[in-house]
């Protein structure tokens, strides 16, 4: 079963808006990861996020982790039609043996210029 | 750099058929993943790899074998292909922890007719 789920699945906003995604969780955490994939590419990292951050910011990106609901959510400022890709979040469990990271089904985020 | 390289980008096999899916990194990384990529499913892990000559199952290993010779290069095989096993196949890599962020090749698509 997958450890992170995204919500909404998909996502439609205008140029220069802000969108908002969740990853909800099952179990305890290490760390938290957001990703982007543009279609027909591989995943490419955005910003990680500890189990004793509580928010982290990088650029337009705000990433915000409530440990005791067991969510997190991802805010793209301002967004662009380059932003269109989908988006994934990515679980780390606590130091545990050699478990890799849990990957969610993700969100697919439009932006109409 | 290259980073995370994956040959070849597209393949179309028959049923039966055999094929070894290569993946090169040039950052020195430790862990190496595979991963497929399915409509509606996510990214699901196949094997990975936690340093050279060591590998171990992930979460649908079953029709797939990998090897770790070197520590750039991480192999996967299919050994008699089904058309289950059409997917885009993803490699990933990260440095020195399972719980650090991964970096992605852009895949290689595959259908088995």
């Known amino acids: 079963s997958q450890q992170g789920e995204e919500d909404p699945q998909a996502l439609s906003i205008q140029e220069g808006e802000n969108a908002t995604m969740n990853c909800s969780y099952k179990?305890?955490?290490?760390?938290l990861q957001w990703y982007r994939q543009n279609s027909g590419r591989g995943l490419v990292h955005l910003i990680l996020i500890r189990s004793n951050e509580r928010e982290k910011h990088s650029g337009r990106l705000r990433v915000t982790l409530d440990t005791s609901k067991k969510s997190s959510s991802l805010l793209i400022t301002a967004s662009r039609a380059a932003d269109t890709a989908s988006y994934f979040c990515a679980t780390a469990l606590p130091d545990s043996g050699n478990t890799p990271l849990v990957f969610g089904k993700g969100t697919r985020l439009s932006v109409i210029a | 750099n290259a980073g995370v390289t994956q040959t070849p980008k597209f393949r179309v096999l028959k049923t039966g058929q055999s094929m070894t899916l290569l993946c090169a990194q040039d950052m020195n990384h430790e862990y190496m993943y595979w991963y497929r990529q399915d409509p509606g499913m996510g990214l699901r892990l196949i094997h990975y790899s936690v340093g050279e000559g060591t590998t171990a199952k992930g979460e649908v290993p079953d029709g797939y074998n990998v090897s770790r010779l070197k520590k750039q290069n991480f192999l996967l095989g299919l050994e008699s292909a089904a058309p289950s096993q059409t997917s885009v196949y993803f490699c990933a890599s990260s440095y020195s922890s399972r719980v650090q962020p991964q970096h992605f090749g852009d895949g290689t698509r595959l259908s088995i007719l």
């Open positions: 179990t305890s955490i290490n760390n």
